[in-house]
């Protein structure tokens, strides 16, 4: 079995070879499809061996992809974009799920680098090279409709998905987003999309979470709750069908089978789409100065049958929630809950240790900053925290290292918080301008 690397770029010189670097010795052809490029994104492509091809730009994520695909050869297609790499530790399992039969989607668990919330998600990115396969929505681009249509008429497909990190993303960092002004790009495909379809979960999901994110609450809660309203509905539909649809274990994947009703496949992609409309929801309510309407929607989200990884913002969002609250037991069972499905969660890590301070918990709360600075070591806050519980059990000479530390990664991002620590050690006698 072969696969194919696909791609859509446009002025992407500076991410493309460590995405191209990331699954030249894995993949069997290179598609690149430039939109428009004004630097050597083409001809950095061809440098690695792809094969470019050209098309001209026309607000729609959808129908550039679908033209990408026509020049795949191969029997499976791996969407990448230039900001994302392809983790060394999946490609055994994807070389072994090619091997199987059964499967016309795979989705792969995706990291959202920087991100400042959802630090994961799952997306539809590795298919076979089906010739009813194709790219839907102007932004966000799925092949999960097509999919369903497929396996409405072809029953013996199935989607699956693999366990384990199998893209980092760095899009959703501020300076590339700011850089690349993907707002203003991501809001003006949506609206148009929006546009027709004025109840579409999915894109009032995805354009109530941007609203949101850039600071138009009002806009994004109604655009949110109109969505969880249209979702909700169907997600009871497909439940009073009766489908039995669930994840088996087999060898190195998760199967999302369609084991009764093909036509009912997409119900934990309708589950998937609940629970970012309720995350979001918590996260503008929050923003509204509304904690229970949000402590709801965070509770409803992580009750939804989804992959648990895809959970972790929803329970440290909880936290923050209850430990902001008072409730600091509860706060400590949802980071708790949080590390328990990644160990290596860098927030969930360094808001135990403030609940365990805040608990008079300080050996606790070391350990759990330690081991975020382990997993980050540029954790300003982290350093900062550890200095403050040091001194709190007399470990001065451990404390001024941690301030030092804090007050040297903070002057790099955040010079006024450097400024003020800085005077704060100088005032109790800790350091000396």
């Excluded at 920087?114 to 090279?129: D, I, K, W």
């Excluded at 409405?152 to 700011?178: D, F, N």
């Excluded at 369609?258 to 309708?270: F, G, V, Y």
């Excluded at 301070?357 to 070591?377: D, H, R, V, W």
């Amino acid at each position: 079995m072969s696969i194919s690397l696909c791609m859509i770029v446009k002025n992407e010189e500076a991410a493309l070879p460590k995405c191209l670097n990331s699954v030249k010795d894995f993949v069997d052809e290179m598609i690149v499809l430039d939109t428009g490029s004004s630097d050597r994104t083409p001809q950095i492509a061809q440098e690695f061996g792809a094969k470019v091809h050209y098309f001209e730009w026309s607000n729609n994520f959808s129908t550039a992809r679908n033209a990408a695909l026509k020049y795949v050869t191969s029997d499976w297609v791996l969407v990448l974009d230039a900001d994302e790499l392809l983790t060394p530790s999946i490609v055994p399992q994807i070389k072994a799920v090619m091997k199987t039969d059964e499967y016309i989607l795979i989705n792969l668990v995706r990291q959202e680098v920087g991100a400042a919330q959802s630090p994961y998600s799952l997306v539809s990115r590795l298919f076979r090279n089906h010739p009813e396969i194709r790219f839907e929505r102007p932004y966000h681009a799925l092949v999960d409709d097509s999919v369903a249509a497929i396996i409405k008429k072809e029953p013996h497909w199935q989607v699956g998905y693999l366990h384990g990190l199998g893209i980092l993303h760095v899009g959703y960092q501020k300076a590339a987003i700011a850089q690349n002004n993907k707002y203003v790009k991501a809001q003006a495909a949506m609206l148009e999309f929006l546009a027709t379809h004025p109840n579409d979960p999915y894109v009032c999901s995805k354009l109530g979470a941007l609203y949101v994110e850039s600071g138009k609450i009002t806009e994004g809660l109604e655009l949110l709750q109109r969505g969880l309203n249209q979702a909700t509905g169907s997600a009871n539909s497909l439940n009073n069908s009766g489908a039995n649809l669930k994840s088996l274990p087999m060898n190195v994947i998760s199967v999302a089978a369609n084991t009764l009703h093909p036509e009912m496949m997409h119900s934990e992609e309708n589950y998937d789409i609940l629970y970012e409309l309720h995350y979001h929801l918590g996260i503008a309510h929050t923003h509204l100065k509304n904690p229970q309407q949000a402590l709801i929607h965070y509770q409803a989200a992580i009750k939804l049958p989804i992959y648990p990884m895809l959970k972790l913002g929803a329970y440290n969002n909880l936290g923050n929630l209850l430990k902001d609250a008072g409730d600091l037991n509860s706060a400590k069972k949802a980071y708790e809950t949080a590390l328990k499905i990644d160990p290596n969660f860098v927030a969930g890590h360094y808001n135990l240790g403030m609940t365990f301070k805040a608990l008079g918990l300080f050996m606790e709360a070391i350990s759990c900053y330690q081991t975020a600075i382990k997993l980050n070591p540029y954790y300003a806050e982290a350093y900062q925290n550890l200095g403050v519980v040091q001194l709190k059990i007399g470990n001065v000479q451990a404390s001024i290292t941690a301030f030092k530390n804090a007050i040297i990664l903070h002057e790099q991002h955040n010079p006024q918080e450097a400024k003020r620590l800085r005077q704060g050690l100088y005032e109790m006698g800790l350091i000396k301008f």
